[in-house]
T-cell receptor
Framework: GAGVSQSPSNKVTEKGKDVELRCDPI?????LYWYRQRLGQGLEFLIY????????KSGLPSDRFSAERTGESVSTLTIQRTQQEDSAVYLC????????????????FGPGTRLTVL | KQEVTQIPAALSVPEGENLVLNCSFT??????LQWFRQDPGKGLTSLLL?????REQTSGRLNASLDKSSGRSTLYIAASQPGDSATYLC???????????FGAGTTVTVRA
C-alpha cells in the first residue's frame, strides 16, 4: 500500500476489557515495530518483528500485552484486561531491511491508534 | 539505557523567524539520529537522518547537525512558516540494537 495504516484510529474502552489494535505495514517491508506514546512523553518501544518472529519482547509493559504478525504482513497488538495507564497512542512502523548494524533502513510510521481506557 | 532530551518543550515564533530545536542524548554509541515531524492525528514523518559518521544533513529549509562526542544534535528551520507548526521529535538508533530512543518532542507554533 501507499503507507502504514492502523485501525481503529480511536478506541474508547472500559477498564478490564480486552482490545485489539491492527497494523498494516507497507507491502514488502520485512520489519515491523510497535511503539506507545503517552501524553506529553516520548515514544516507548514495545516490540519488533522480523518477518513473523519477535526476537525481542522485552519492551512489552506486562503480560497483559501480546502481539503477533502473520504472513509477514498484518500485525495485531492485544491488550487484555485494560487499565487506565494503558491509555496512549499506539504507533506502528515498518521498514524494508532488517535493522542490524550496517543497515540504513528508515522506519515509516502509521497514524496511530488513540486508546482511551475509562 | 539511552536517554534523549529535547529542549525547549514548546516554542512559539512569528512567521519568518528561524527555528532552533535542540536534542541531547546520553550514550554516544549511536548508529544514526533522525528528526521526525508529528502532526495531530497523523503519523510521524521522517525529516532528516544523520549517520554517526556525518556532521550534518540538509533538506530545503531544514538543516540538522550532529556532534556525537558531546551527544547533541540541532535542527534548524529557516524562515519559518505557519505550516511548520507541529511537534518535532528526535530519535537515536543505538549501535547495539535496533531500537529507536525518542525524545519527548518540541511543539512548535509559527504565528502568521
Amino acid at each position: 500500500g501507499a503507507g502504514v495504516s492502523q485501525s481503529p484510529s480511536n478506541k474508547v474502552t472500559e477498564k478490564g476489557k480486552d482490545v485489539e489494535l491492527r497494523c498494516d505495514p507497507i507491502s514488502g517491508h520485512t520489519a515491523l515495530y510497535w511503539y506507545r506514546q503517552r501524553l506529553g512523553q516520548g515514544l516507548e518501544f514495545l516490540i519488533y518483528f522480523q518477518g513473523n518472529s519477535a526476537p525481542d519482547k522485552s519492551g512489552l509493559p506486562s503480560d497483559r500485552f501480546s502481539a503477533e504478525r502473520t504472513g509477514e504482513s498484518v500485525s495485531t497488538l492485544t491488550i487484555q484486561r485494560t487499565q487506565q495507564e494503558d491509555s496512549a497512542v499506539y504507533l506502528c512502523a515498518s521498514s524494508f531491511l532488517a535493522p542490524a548494524s550496517g543497515s540504513t533502513d528508515t522506519q515509516y510510521f502509521g497514524p496511530g491508534t488513540r486508546l482511551t481506557v475509562l | 539505557k539511552q536517554e534523549v532530551t529535547q529542549i525547549p518543550a514548546a516554542l512559539s515564533v512569528p512567521e519568518g523567524e528561524n527555528l532552533v530545536l535542540n536534542c541531547s542524548f546520553t550514550d554516544s554509541a549511536i548508529y544514526n539520529l533522525q528528526w521526525f515531524r508529528q502532526d495531530p492525528g497523523k503519523g510521524l514523518t521522517s525529516l532528516l537522518l544523520i549517520q554517526s559518521s556525518q556532521r550534518e544533513q540538509t533538506s530545503g529549509r531544514l538543516n540538522a547537525s550532529l556532534d556525537k562526542s558531546s551527544g547533541r544534535s540541532t535542527l534548524y528551520i529557516a524562515a519559518s512558516q505557519p505550516g511548520d507548526s507541529a511537534t518535532y521529535l528526535c530519535a537515536v538508533k543505538s549501535q547495539h540494537d535496533y531500537k529507536l530512543s525518542f525524545g519527548a518532542g518540541t511543539t512548535v507554533t509559527v504565528r502568521a
